[in-house]
């Protein structure tokens, strides 16, 4: 019987996140999800029989980011897999507690954070991975350079994009970062899925998420391509799969030089003030 792994899932108590979290903690693994809604965070622990931890985070908080952080590095020593599934859609621009905009802080900082902090957890694991769910392989254009917060000419399906583009980025700094590290950086985009698609939407943009809602493939069969990515994580240090196809990680979509301006940007806006 194979031993028990930790897999840490953000965004584990709805869609694509909530059913890797149940279906591995079925399997025996324990399984740590982190998420903002308690009572959520609850029933997951019901249904888990043991094998489930939750802990609550507004992933749109650095506070609350390193808070979890911290109790995940003195918990866990051996982290096996990080999956990386939170994602909040906003029609409307909004800034959180540190004044940074929503969707670039839960959708990318945190991703950043969850990453970096727990990747000595993670080189303990015999064959350790990250899965980020975030949709790999647009253009650069995806990323406003200039106002990369979006202060100008925000679009909710704008941040979403840019976010995107920002984990393809940061998948890239993370091999950069660690050469010689066993951990394995996949990005993963599952393809348009019948989940809850959780946001803050206007009219127009309800009535769209509806009929992804209707039309979309069901969660089982998005997230078949994820189980085999934890369950065996590529020989590539970043590997990047569209519906189960892998695609090039080494062009221009992925360039190295863009990956370290948006590293060192990164590092340099959450860096504490003094």
Same mark, same amino acid.
């Given at each position: 019987?194979?031993?028990?792994?930790?897999?840490?899932?953000?965004?584990?108590? &709805? =869609? /694509?996140?909530?059913?890797? +979290?149940?279906? $591995?903690?079925? @399997?025996?693994?324990?399984?740590?999800?982190?998420?903002? #809604?308690?009572?959520?965070?609850?029933?997951?622990?019901?249904?888990?029989?043991?094998?489930?931890?939750?802990?609550?985070?507004?992933?749109?908080?650095?506070?609350?980011?390193?808070?979890?952080?911290?109790?995940?590095?003195?918990?866990?020593?051996?982290?096996?897999?990080?999956?990386?599934?939170?994602?909040?859609?906003?029609?409307?621009?909004?800034?959180?507690? &540190? =004044? /940074?905009?929503?969707?670039? +802080?839960?959708? $990318?900082?945190? @991703?950043?954070?969850?990453?970096?902090?727990?990747?000595? #957890?993670?080189?303990?694991?015999?064959?350790?991975?990250?899965?980020?769910?975030?949709?790999?392989?647009?253009?650069?254009?995806?990323?406003?350079?200039?106002?990369?917060?979006?202060?100008?000419?925000?679009?909710?399906?704008?941040?979403?994009?840019?976010?995107?583009?920002?984990?393809?980025?940061?998948?890239?700094?993370?091999?950069?970062?660690?050469?010689?590290?066993?951990?394995?950086?996949?990005?993963?985009?599952?393809?348009?899925?019948?989940?809850?698609?959780?946001?803050?939407?206007?009219?127009?943009?309800?009535?769209?998420?509806?009929?992804?809602?209707?039309?979309?493939?069901?969660?089982?069969?998005?997230?078949?391509?994820?189980?085999?990515?934890?369950?065996?994580?590529?020989?590539?240090?970043?590997?990047?799969?569209?519906?189960?196809?892998?695609?090039?990680?080494?062009?221009?979509?992925?360039?190295?030089?863009?990956?370290?301006?948006?590293?060192?940007?990164?590092?340099?806006?959450?860096?504490?003030?003094?």
């Amino acid at each position: 019987m194979p031993a028990m792994r930790t897999i840490v899932i953000t965004g584990g108590t &709805d =869609g /694509i996140g909530r059913y890797l +979290a149940q279906a $591995y903690a079925e @399997r025996g693994d324990r399984v740590v999800v982190i998420g903002r #809604n308690a009572e959520k965070g609850k029933a997951f622990l019901e249904r888990a029989g043991g094998h489930g931890v939750f802990l609550p985070a507004d992933l749109g908080s650095l506070a609350q980011n390193r808070a979890v952080l911290d109790e995940l590095r003195d918990s866990y020593p051996v982290i096996d897999a990080l999956v990386l599934c939170a994602r909040f859609f906003r029609s409307n621009r909004a800034e959180t507690e &540190d =004044g /940074i905009e929503a969707t670039f +802080a839960h959708f $990318y900082l945190s @991703r950043f954070l969850f990453g970096h902090e727990l990747h000595e #957890n993670l080189e303990r694991a015999a064959r350790p991975v990250i899965v980020n769910v975030a949709g790999p392989g647009g253009d650069l254009s995806a990323v406003s350079w200039n106002d990369i917060q979006l202060t100008q000419h925000y679009t909710g399906g704008g941040a979403l994009g840019q976010g995107g583009k920002l984990n393809d980025l940061l998948g890239v700094a993370f091999v950069q970062q660690y050469p010689t590290g066993k951990t394995r950086y996949v990005l993963v985009h599952p393809g348009v899925t019948a989940t809850a698609q959780i946001g803050d939407y206007d009219r127009a943009t309800e009535l769209m998420v509806a009929n992804l809602r209707r039309y979309g493939k069901p969660i089982p069969v998005a997230a078949a391509p994820i189980f085999e990515l934890v369950d065996n994580p590529p020989a590539d240090p970043l590997t990047a799969v569209i519906e189960g196809r892998r695609i090039n990680v080494t062009g221009r979509a992925f360039d190295p030089t863009a990956a370290r301006t948006l590293d060192a940007l990164t590092r340099e806006l959450i860096t504490p003030r003094p």
